[in-house]
């Protein structure tokens, strides 16, 4: 868990990765007050190495949120203030035309000439655009719609980390995740979903499983293989996968739903979808398949299969782990001390450079 993101070496004794994760030295650079990634987490993980993918520095895991409320109040600049505190500050972030809107009725019933008519109307968008343009502030559009932010509170905090919860909760993550990205809380973030050697056991949207993710992964009814086969299992791996694929399409839709300039938030990012392990049965972690979709405002490639192993023996290639986190830094802005392109990240002494199959 610990080299995804930061391509360094474990310490021996505690497991932990030492050096900094890729999103906490991009939010560096790229947070405009340097504020940490948001990290985040689905369902229940090990409260040790496996449970974490985000580090600060060597040695230094940063513990994700798993509760989507806490994450959201927080964003919102609510986490520490009382409950009558909340309702002042959500009550002054009501719209101007949704406070005003009974009087707006009570002008039209009147019987307004079309002229008066038009002069209300126009009254009302240079209002509604005013309040667009400070949207960007956080103060009306860096929300969630208030049934979605409703959901979210009812949430019981007990239930969070409970296999029954953990499409649901997912779910919200990604909407707050969205809306973060969207709105410039952050300009990185991170999710994890459930933990290393764990999982929560599938049993939803069309699977029934009886074995949590972990010893699915090694076809085992025992998490130390020493049970039986579970029967039919590479298919209920596939079916895992093909749901967080669902997942991960989830995500890109509501970056999409997003619009920034000529485009859209998906656009101008870098979603990176990225697994612990290639092989859960023998713990390979050669020949990794990684996801990425957005162009980075047109950096990186799309729509590809690229195939870096092409049906070679993986273990005789050079295509280290450390040089797509480089190449992902670079495209989405990050620099070097001296402000020139980043040419390495991670271990020192490991392959330098960028993937140029990645590139547009």
Not at 71 to 79: I, K, S
């Amino acid at each position: 868990m610990g080299h995804k993101l930061t391509a360094q070496p474990l310490d021996p004794d505690t497991l932990y990765a030492t050096g900094i994760s890729v999103d906490q030295f991009a939010a560096a650079q790229l947070n405009h007050d340097g504020r940490p990634s948001l990290t985040l987490s689905v369902g229940w993980r090990h409260p040790d190495h496996l449970g974490h993918i985000s580090y600060a520095g060597s040695g230094m895991p940063v513990s994700p949120e798993g509760n989507p409320w806490l994450t959201y109040q927080d964003l919102m600049g609510l986490g520490e203030l009382s409950e009558l505190e909340k309702l002042r500050i959500a009550t002054r972030r009501q719209s101007v035309l949704d406070l005003v809107e009974d009087e707006f009725k009570a002008l039209k019933a009147r019987g307004l000439g079309h002229e008066d008519a038009m002069k209300l109307e126009m009254h009302a968008d240079s209002i509604r655009d005013l309040e667009v343009e400070m949207a960007g502030n956080g103060l009306v559009a860096c929300a969630l719609d208030p049934a979605r932010a409703a959901e979210l509170e009812a949430v019981d905090p007990e239930s969070v980390e409970l296999d029954a919860q953990f499409k649901a909760i997912g779910r919200m993550q990604l909407d707050v995740l969205a809306m973060a990205i969207a709105c410039g809380a952050t300009q990185v973030a991170t999710i994890q979903w459930a933990s290393g050697s764990g999982g929560p056991i599938y049993q939803w949207d069309g699977m029934d499983h009886e074995y949590n993710h972990h010893k699915l992964s090694h076809g085992n009814t025992k998490d130390d293989d020493s049970g039986e086969e579970v029967v039919g299992y590479r298919e209920m791996l596939s079916q895992i996968d093909r749901w967080h694929a669902g997942q991960f399409k989830y995500l890109l839709d509501r970056l999409s739903a997003y619009e920034e300039g000529d485009g859209t938030v998906l656009d101008r990012s870098a979603v990176v979808w990225m697994h612990e392990l290639s092989d859960g049965k023998v713990h390979s972690y050669i020949d990794l398949p990684t996801v990425i979709a957005g162009s980075a405002g047109g950096y990186l490639k799309q729509g590809q299969f690229i195939d870096l192993v092409a049906g070679q023996d993986p273990w005789d290639l050079r295509y280290p782990h450390n040089r797509l986190l480089v190449t992902l830094l670079n495209a989405v802005g990050c620099s070097g001390e001296d402000g020139s392109p980043i040419t390495a990240f991670g271990r020192k002494g490991l392959e330098e450079g960028e993937y140029g199959e990645l590139l547009a």
